[in-house]
């Protein structure tokens, strides 16, 4: 559990119910908050999505500034470094992303992922 978090209670809720939905450009992020500072993130991204062409105008920023910690529900994404290193993340995978990124989907399904970090700035300025 990180530093400086507590959960005091049990908590459920469903992601077809969300707290908030952000819809950039075939971009749906649907926020659930959960007691102890808990936010998670269902992130769908739909085929043709990349971060530099459907996000970027939101954020404002060159390259995703995002931390990303997450697991791929389906699909596939493609991350690029701005290094120039890039991988392929593809479904039953858990990931890490640092920020400095630029991302897209892979083939004609959309991409859809659990994010446990940085889905509360995730898609805003």
Partial sequence: MTS???IDKLEAKSHDTPD????PNKTRVEIVRLGGGVTIGRFIFQ???RWSEC?????GTDTCQATHAGYVVSGSITIKMNDGSQKMITKG???TIPPGHDAWVEGNEPFVGIEVMS???YGKR
Avoid: C, L
């Fill in 20 to 23: 908030e939905v952000r819809t």
């Fill in 93 to 95: 995978m858990s990931y």
């Fill in 4 to 6: 400086g978090m507590r």
């Fill in 119 to 121: 889905a509360e700035q």
């Fill in 47 to 49: 085929p043709g999505w």
């Fill in 55 to 59: 996000v970027k105008p939101v954020v």
